[in-house]
């Protein structure tokens, strides 16, 4: 006697039959058609008045094209789309055909599952595996849905990114900066990639990745030329802090591109570095001395927490005292921007989550082909991610930091 225990499920590669899903398909197909039919009627009814010399209509029907296939997330769809003879010229004599907002002429697969495709690759599904994933999802009937559909996404992402980054910035404010830099394997060169990124907080407290760019080992140079060319393409102000780690590089070239900009050096950079001074058995306890600076309430609570920390290390760990004394003002810069937002400006955190997401896809292909291609990969990864992004706690509180008004510990002081 058969039991449950008995059953089989579908493995890779086979589709039992669903019912439910061959009747959506072809209520979707019906629905489709009766659709295209009725935009064609619509658009003959409204241009019937136009006639000839001879009193005949310039806008009539023609019979139906070749049948073709629409892949869809039900799976394929077969439509015959109907034919206008439209006769009719414009203003310039130029004659005017119709064309279908429903269906138009080179479609073959529905908006949802083209921004499906981009997702399952950039999420870790291989090329290798793309195949057997969509038929799956949707179907064996998915022509449209090759693994070499990839290899035309990466093409029109690289032109996105060169789009991109030439765009107008202009009236933008951007009131914090993120930046940070990041090494990627490109196959084909047998190297690492650098790629550096900026991410900036708006005036209402959204968070936008402002600037992707390829790196020579986050040079002071390489990161000049983001920053001037940002500057050159539209932001009329500078951001009111940035925050990043202890690259040299790039706070030379904030120096001299944003001379009166403030930064914020990454606790949690700093704090990798501190760690990397002590033995093993000992960080779990100097990590919570290092929290106490910089989870205190107030800056002088911070000082304080700062100073015992050193005295009691300083003797036998010089090298990781020295290693927090230089950059004291700078860890500490955060005290005087609202205390809604210190969650957000302690870390570099914006950016790290974001390029998880890049390193996970980039170990899943084993390295990008060439540097052209990390790049858009990078790209449209940060871009997705963005989706995400939550607003900054206290937004409100960023217009007065516009206007210069002044926190002490966090806290607004009011004005005499």
């Not at 083209?114 to 870790?124: Q, T």
């Not at 993120?178 to 005036?203: K, M, P, S």
Request: overall charge positive; glycine content about 6%.
């Amino acid at each position: 006697m058969k039991n449950a225990t008995d059953t089989v499920l579908a493995g890779p590669g086979s589709r039992t039959h669903d019912p439910l899903t061959e009747i959506l398909r072809d209520g979707a197909q019906r629905l489709l058609k009766a659709a295209v039919e009725a935009e064609v009627d619509a658009y003959i009814e409204a241009h019937s008045g136009l006639l000839d010399s001879s009193g005949h209509r310039l806008v009539v029907r023609n019979g139906h094209a070749k049948p073709r296939t629409i892949d869809t997330g039900i799976g394929a769809i077969e439509v015959q789309p109907p034919r206008v003879n439209d006769r009719h010229v414009d203003e310039k004599g130029e004659r005017i055909r119709f064309t279908s907002k429903i269906l138009p002429p080179y479609l073959r697969r529905t908006k949802s599952l083209e921004e499906f495709i981009p997702w399952l690759y950039l999420k870790g599904i291989s090329t290798g595996d793309f195949a057997e994933c969509l038929q799956q999802l949707v179907g064996t009937n998915t022509a449209s849905l090759s693994p070499t559909t990839i290899v035309c996404l990466k093409e029109v992402w690289q032109q996105e990114f060169k789009t991109w980054t030439a765009r107008s910035l202009a009236g933008k404010r951007y009131v914090y900066f993120w930046v940070d830099g990041a090494y990627f394997h490109i196959r084909l060169l047998g190297e690492r990639q650098c790629i550096l990124v900026v991410v900036g907080a708006t005036a209402d407290g959204a968070k936008e990745v402002v600037a992707i760019a390829d790196g020579v080992r986050e040079s002071a140079q390489s990161w000049k030329e983001i920053l001037v060319e940002l500057r050159a393409r539209g932001p009329e102000h500078p951001p009111e802090l940035v925050v990043g780690d202890g690259a040299l590089g790039f706070w030379r070239a904030l120096a001299e591109a944003f001379p009166t900009c403030k930064a914020q050096r990454c606790w949690m950079h700093k704090s990798g570095n501190v760690l990397n001074c002590f033995p093993r058995s000992m960080q779990a306890a100097v990590k919570t001395d290092l929290h106490q600076i910089w989870m205190a309430s107030t800056k002088a609570d911070a000082d304080k927490a700062f100073d015992t920390f050193v005295a009691k290390y300083e003797a036998k760990y010089p090298k990781a005292t020295d290693c927090l004394k230089k950059d004291r003002d700078e860890l500490l810069a955060f005290y005087d921007v609202p205390a809604e937002h210190w969650r957000h400006i302690r870390t570099t955190n914006p950016i790290e989550s974001a390029f998880a997401t890049v390193r996970l896809r980039h170990r899943r292909t084993k390295g990008s082909g060439s540097p052209e291609a990390c790049l858009a990969m990078v790209f449209k990864l940060i871009q997705s991610a963005q989706r995400t992004w939550r607003r900054l706690n206290g937004a409100h509180l960023l217009r007065d930091l516009i206007e210069g008004v002044t926190f002490k510990d966090g806290i607004k002081v009011n004005a005499a």
